[in-house]
Each structure stands twice: as structure tokens, then as C-alpha cells.
Nanobody, 115 residues
């Protein structure tokens, strides 16, 4: 069983930065793709950034140039560095690990961008 624990959310002013971290338990993290999703009130959960086991990365268009995803397989960690934050980035952010059998999700961390 894999557990994912996110941290780093909070309240930030527009234009500010936050760094989200997600630590996975167990020993399979390096084998699979992982990523960050977000869900705003009244909206569907959407993929924000994805990184494969080989390090291939993609982002949704609205965060390109502002967010950076990275992974450290030695620490079982995936990080989302978020810069130039906007009010529309406000959401609960979740990390996900996609194995060949199932997806594992973290509990979510709230990000609020407001003045």
C-alpha cells in the first residue's frame, strides 16, 4: 500500500510563490509516473503537471512558464514550484502516483491566492 502526503499549501498574494511537496511511502515511487492535480470549488479535478518515471514533463497551458514539477526518486518526493500565482490558481492540490494497477492520491493541500 502506498500513502502520499502533501504539504506546502497556504494563503499567498497574487504574484507570490508556493512550493508543494508530496512524499510517498514504500519502494515503488521511482517506477511510475506522478503528478499534481487541482480542484477548484464547483469544478472538476484537472491535471496541472505530470512527470513520467523517465522524467518527461508536461503542463497544462495556463501554468506553463510559472510552475515547475520535479521529482527526487531517492527521497520518494515530487515537488511543484509555483511562481507568479494568480487568483484562478486557487484550489485544493493533490498529488497522484499512477501504477500499472491503480492510482494513489494524497489527501490534498489548499492553495489560496488572494489579496
Amino acid at each position: 500500500q502506498v500513502q502520499l502526503v502533501e504539504s506546502g499549501g497556504g494563503l499567498v498574494q497574487p504574484g507570490g510563490s508556493l512550493r508543494l511537496s508530496c512524499v510517498a511511502s514504500g519502494s515503488i515511487f521511482s517506477t511510475y509516473a506522478t503528478g499534481w492535480y487541482r480542484q477548484a470549488p464547483g469544478k472538476q479535478r484537472e491535471l496541472v503537471a505530470h512527470i513520467s518515471s523517465a522524467g518527461l514533463i508536461n503542463y497544462i497551458g495556463s501554468v506553463k512558464g510559472r510552475f515547475t514539477i520535479s521529482r527526487d526518486n531517492d527521497k520518494n518526493t515530487v515537488v511543484l514550484q509555483m511562481n507568479s500565482l494568480r487568483p484562478e490558481d486557487t484550489a485544493v492540490y493533490y498529488c497522484k502516483l499512477q501504477t500499472s494497477v491503480r492510482a494513489y492520491w494524497g489527501q490534498g493541500t489548499q492553495v489560496t491566492v488572494s489579496s
